[in-house]
């Protein structure tokens, strides 16, 4: 995979997240430090290191007037937004307390931060209000509905809106909306979550009747735990934190005086007409359609998830057609560029309510991609930014996520033998023998467009698509996934599980795939057993009769406990200690469990097994267990495991397994996927010999062990991007006998 590797290790991160938080900008670093060393007094001494720091405090108060637009009212310095937005719900909801209305609410809009929402219901309860919190839905734009605003001002006792949507970027038309509030009700307070505005959008705020306006600084270059709260004059007030008295009584505690400085040279920037550092917004659309194309030329298609038209020019979010959020995010990390999930707080399979509340379609919710910049992102940022984004087009490529458009693709077969796919605790897997002869076994529809990427690039030949049984779960990928291969796919007639009609085996160049009726999960049960051409046992595809260190679940429609017991008897007369299980769920991310490791790990099958208790016995006991579990936990449909098994891992430190790895037989193995392993070079980065470099994924482990690419007499350490998956492949490959593995602790998110 050499050719794949990024030229400039170790990388310097491309830091894509600025919605999320941003670097502190040098110049703002220098006078938070002279605030420290210097100018540290405190604002409320009366000598003169005391009454510089005051100085400094009121000049920036001053400054942040002239950045918002707030001639009049109350500025007050916060840790932060989310205080700012406390402070004016408290103060709003106590000044509430003697309200006379008869279905009293508090409106927020439905793509609002969770800081707002949660905060309302929060004092809405502790002190007793008893409003029903109600959400200002959105259009497909993300644009607020002012007739529904319209329709429940006058019981309104709050609203809060935004001005900049975090995830999307989509800002609201703050004078419509004023408008229709203040058409009905003069008094209501308005709160504008003006975070993602600041630095983007022009503020005057007290032109307008918003109450109150919260502001925070790390969001624009300055240091977290510093913010400004703007309050209307004459707005409700009430100290959130009473003390000392600092800021005129409104919010004791002695002033964070080094943010303050930060918000002090942050203002200036701003503020300074021929200073270049923050950018116009045409010069933000510039950027802006530079990264889209960079994206789109790398990924092919993709589908943005709000309209350019209505956002501000700093945010793009969107999915890859045909890649999970993840798949994308972990490469775009493993590459150094930091991107998120729909929001900071949700990466991986979780749906955004930002994008549920547009309306947008599941797959768009749970594979958003927000990639933002801040406005002082110099032409070179971004260049340099889409040259390292368009640097993965070939590592796409390489790994089958996106299909070549080069006329002779070098890529390496990638899918040779055994794969495991995932798709929210499911398992497809994909074997494909030396001749390009594959079989796709309990496809998932999600991931019927990777399927067909592979079976195209790698020229496979599909001798079947296979069901262990009806998933009662899920609807069945097979009919879709034959349609979409049906030039690859080899003829004939096949049966509702895709097997082909009058044949016992399917022949595999040598191998063969043979079926075996094993109900016990549901009546139409089958496991799929790939055997050698001297009738060993390979891989035994078992659907939900047997889970990783489990059995399946037979409480359900067509399950029998009494059947899985001739099942699992009969499987066992088949199997020798070393076959791989391959099984339709993973729930404990066990990856690769072989015969004789399922039976030390489930107890109730081995005492099947070796007659300690009779089929009867064992029949009762599972049925009991099973009508147990599901009134314990139903998450798992397919069937129920213990907790995992509690294996001691050997961690080590980054510059342990350096050590480590300047003796002979220690290897290093990479734990994630290829495409993260294709985008920088581990091997560097732990100065060890490319030829003792593996990259076994968790999705290859069942193959690594059957082709036997590891020694139990060699050393291993494991690694993946945060310590955690590498830590159970190590338990596994410990589990499964082989004794001297570690972990790089941390992964490489503490190493580099
Ligand atoms: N509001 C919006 C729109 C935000 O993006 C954030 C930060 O994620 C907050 C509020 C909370 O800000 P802080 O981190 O300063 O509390």
Redesign the pocket.
Known sequence: MSEYLLPDEPVKQVYLDA??TTPVLPCIVDVVCHAMQTCFGNPSSPHITGIQAKHLLEQTRQKARAVIGANNGDILFTS????G?QTAVVSTLINAKTHNKKNPVLLYGATE?K?VPNTLKHWNQVLEINAQVLAIPVDSNGILDLDFIAQHIDDALMICT?AV??ETGVYQDLAAIEQVIRNRNSSVSWMV?C??ALGKQQLMLSETTIDYA?F?G??LYAPKGI?LLYIRQGSAYTAFIAGGGQESGMRSGTENLPGIAGLNKLFSLLLDKTDGTFKSSAVLAQYRSQLHNAISDTFGAITFNHDFSYSVPTTLNFAVNDLTSKEVIDLFDAAGIRVSGGS?CSTGASQSFVLDAMGASQWQSENAIRLSFGPAATQQDIDHACERIRALKQVLQANCLVVSDSATPTQELCALGLTQFRHQGACSWLYVNSNNQAVIIDPIIELIPRFEKIANTQNLTIAAILDTHAHQERNSAITLLRSVLAARLVAGEVDQLGWPVNKTVINLNGQRLEKLATPGHSQDSVSYLLKEASGEVRYCFCGDLILPAGLGNTHLLGGSAEQMSDSLILLAQQLTPEAVICSGHDYQQCFAMNWAVQQQQTPLLSALLSKQITKDEFAAKKQQRDEQKQTDNNNQLCGYVNAQPDTNTQQLSYSQAKEMLSHGNVYLIDTREPYEHGANNISSLLNVATAKTLNIPLSRMANAIVEQQLDKNNQYILVCRSGNRSKLAAANLIELGYTSVYNLNGGLALGS
Request: charged content about 15%; hydrophobic content about 35%.
């Open positions: 919605n999320a932060g937004a989310t205080e937005v931060h800081a935004m949507n975090n979550d975070v993602q919260p925070s790390h969001k913010g900071a």
